[in-house]
């Protein structure tokens, strides 16, 4: 898949850091999440995924945060690398629309070494 | 194979011809889906098969675009007529049931269309 997305927001940390990428949804009825992490010409790839009955998911050096109030979701990556390096998309799924995943935008996420 | 794949990696073809993308899904799951991922944008929709009911055919933006699943396996996905517009690339996902409460899709590496 192609990753090269000139206009997309872009998030730049240096190897080492914490990363947070946002996410924001609009619809009360989304009740699955999922981050997916897209390398330059490659799929998306399940990074990690969180039922609306929770608000804090951890993976290997990944977290993910829901916050139902605000409609917001977070992916932190602890300890980035630059093998994190990649286009980051946030998925929902909408109880009213079948199994259906309605895909975010996605973030650019740069790490400099 | 372990993983989705899809063939070709790339297709170039000419404005008015007709093109076929293939997907093999992972063994054994029952939902399968299309995506069209433009330059710089996320996934759109197109189409979704789970398991033999007729498909959600609701993201098709034309109907020079249709799609099959072949013995609940095998998707080729087929374009009439192409238009440069419809340079992209073209995703495909599938899943074990997701009826059941979680929906991991997994993707295939994607083809690459270009319509001169």
């Known amino acids: 898949g192609e990753s090269v997305g000139l206009h997309l927001p872009t998030l730049s940390v240096q190897e080492g850091d914490n990363s947070i990428i946002n996410c924001a949804y609009s619809?009360?009825?989304?009740?699955?999440f999922i981050w997916y992490k897209q390398e330059s010409g490659k799929g998306p790839q399940f990074i990690i995924d969180?039922?609306?009955?929770?608000d804090k998911r951890q993976g290997q050096r990944v977290t993910v945060l829901l916050n139902k109030t605000v409609k917001h979701l977070s992916l932190q990556i602890a300890a980035t690398q630059p093998g994190d390096s990649a286009v980051y998309f946030c998925?929902?799924?909408?109880?009213?629309?079948?199994?259906?995943?309605?895909f975010g935008g996605g973030t650019r996420l740069m790490v400099k070494p | 194979g372990a993983g989705v794949s899809q063939s070709p990696s790339n297709k170039v073809t000419e404005k008015g011809k007709d093109v076929e993308l293939r997907c093999d899904p992972i063994?054994?799951?029952?939902?399968l889906y299309w995506y069209r991922q433009s330059l710089g944008q996320g996934l759109e929709f197109l189409i979704y098969?789970?398991?033999?009911?007729?498909?959600?055919k609701s993201g098709l933006p034309s109907d020079r675009f249709s799609a099959e699943r072949t013995g609940g396996s095998v998707s080729t996905l087929t374009i009439q007529r192409t238009q440069q517009e419809d340079s992209a690339v073209y995703l495909c996902?599938?899943?074990?049931?997701?009826?059941?409460?979680?929906?991991?899709?997994?993707f295939g590496a994607g083809t690459r269309l270009s319509v001169l």
């Open positions: 996902a599938s899943s074990s049931d997701p009826r059941g409460g979680k929906n991991i899709q997994y």
């Open positions: 063994s054994g799951h029952t939902a």
């Open positions: 969180i039922r609306s009955n929770m």
């Open positions: 098969f789970q398991g033999n009911s007729a498909p959600d």
């Open positions: 998925a929902e799924r909408r109880r009213n629309a079948g199994n259906m995943l309605t």
């Open positions: 619809n009360s009825a989304s009740d699955y």
